[in-house]
């Protein structure tokens, strides 16, 4: 992996990339996805995506469309799959299923030009681009690589001359992006609600005058009021509305809290792969397609359904518990290596939880699948179980439809 970024955009998408591209070369980065549409630009699109540590991919009408999305998304899969990944929206969608439980830069507002809301992207890939192995952000020595490279293709005085100015031009008048200050203290509020797991949704998220709540609580109004409060008092207020969230009874808030001490990241390690989830009539059952993608440090994980009473079901126990998914009908496919997709059925409507951990060593305790277990008893076994190793956790919630 190199200190490179790397910018994923459908053709048609190509004058609005240029501008990001140029951007972040300004900023100092090494910058790749301007290659030509050729068989050897292809060939070294891929090779740059896979080793850049930053793989910025541009959703837009055209990278989510029947001709675009294999190719944007299948960069996007395996960037996020590495842990790459960071996505924006250039136009007023929201990424493909799959991809909207990320965080996502919204650009659907941006003009096109060197503004305040360019300047909070490159803002975002240089805390991006801070995480570098090596701690230090690419400095000059990469810039000047990347000129080195590009050289042949400007006149290399006056270009220079120019770049220089117009980077300096451009930086004096950059300020701190209000949508990102905004966004970040509403996580800090959101993280501070009690017996609730929540995030904002990347398309409305406050900007568009709608801020749409996610996830569970056990009082979603209280959640709904405590960011109005705070829009209020930035002077920005905006619609809030909760009727994403799932309630869960208080009964179930000893497993809601525990889960929510394991959050570490991002996430990106559990999707649910469908939009929604509706009862088969013939079957009485309804399925959800749930894609599990690990990373290189997951030694060992569990998953487990929660229910809004909080009863917790062991679903699957460990890694190894994996291998058996290929015997049962559970239309079990492995997509990639370290991915693992497979349906969940359920027999009943209404809100359904899933809760992932994964640890870089062994559970201490023991779990059997189908076990279920109180909020309070499952809550005792993870602090215990993952005490002696580190463990991250991940929560979706999804609600089941009658047909």
């Not at 300020?175 to 800090?188: G, L, V, Y």
């Not at 397609?289 to 679903?315: H, K």
């Amino acid at each position: 992996m190199s200190d490179s970024i790397f910018v994923s955009h459908e053709r048609a998408d190509a004058g609005r990339a240029m501008t990001i591209i140029n951007a972040l070369r300004a900023a100092g980065y090494a910058v790749d996805g301007d290659e030509p549409d050729t068989e050897a630009g292809r060939e070294a699109a891929a090779a740059a995506a896979a080793r850049a540590w930053v793989v910025l991919v541009l959703w837009s009408e055209a990278s989510i469309g029947r001709t675009g999305a294999r190719q944007v998304a299948d960069v996007a899969r395996a960037a996020a799959e590495r842990g790459a990944y960071l996505g924006a929206t250039i136009d007023k969608i929201s990424p493909p299923f799959g991809f909207t439980g990320f965080q996502v830069v919204d650009l659907s507002r941006w003009g096109g030009g060197r503004d305040s809301r360019l300047a909070g992207l490159v803002e975002d890939v240089r805390k991006r681009m801070e995480r570098l192995p090596t701690g230090p952000m690419p400095g000059e020595g990469a810039a000047r690589k990347e000129r080195a490279r590009r050289a042949p293709l400007i006149a290399a005085a006056a270009a220079a001359i120019l770049i220089v100015l117009a980077a300096a031009a451009y930086f004096s008048g950059m300020f701190a992006n209000p949508d990102a200050e905004r966004a970040a203290r509403i996580d800090a509020e959101l993280a501070a609600v009690p017996c609730a797991w929540l995030q904002v949704d990347p398309v409305d998220n406050g900007t568009n005058g709608k801020l749409v709540l996610t996830g569970v609580a056990d009082q979603p109004e209280r959640a709904g009021e405590t960011i109005r409060g705070l829009l209020r008092r930035d002077g920005t207020p905006a619609e809030v509305t909760i009727d994403r969230v799932a309630r869960i009874g208080s009964d179930g808030c000893p497993a809601i809290d525990v889960t929510r001490r394991l959050r570490r990241d991002d996430g990106g390690r559990m999707r649910i792969m469908s939009d929604g989830v509706q009862v088969n009539p013939g079957m009485g059952l309804a399925e959800a397609r749930v894609l599990l993608t690990f990373r290189p440090g997951d030694m060992n994980m569990a998953l487990f359904g929660i229910e809004p009473s909080g009863a917790v079901t062991t679903v699957l126990p460990d890694m190894n518990s994996l291998a058996t998914l290929k015997d049962e009908d559970v239309g079990y496919v492995q997509p990639q290596k370290g991915q693992h997709e497979f349906s969940l059925r359920s027999d009943h409507t209404g809100w359904t939880g899933l809760i992932l951990i994964a640890g870089e060593g062994d559970f201490a305790g023991t779990l059997t699948q189908g076990e279920v277990r109180t909020a309070t008893q499952f809550a005792q076994l993870l602090e215990q179980g993952t005490a002696a190793s580190k463990w991250s956790s991940e929560m979706v919630w999804y609600k089941i439809e009658p047909r």
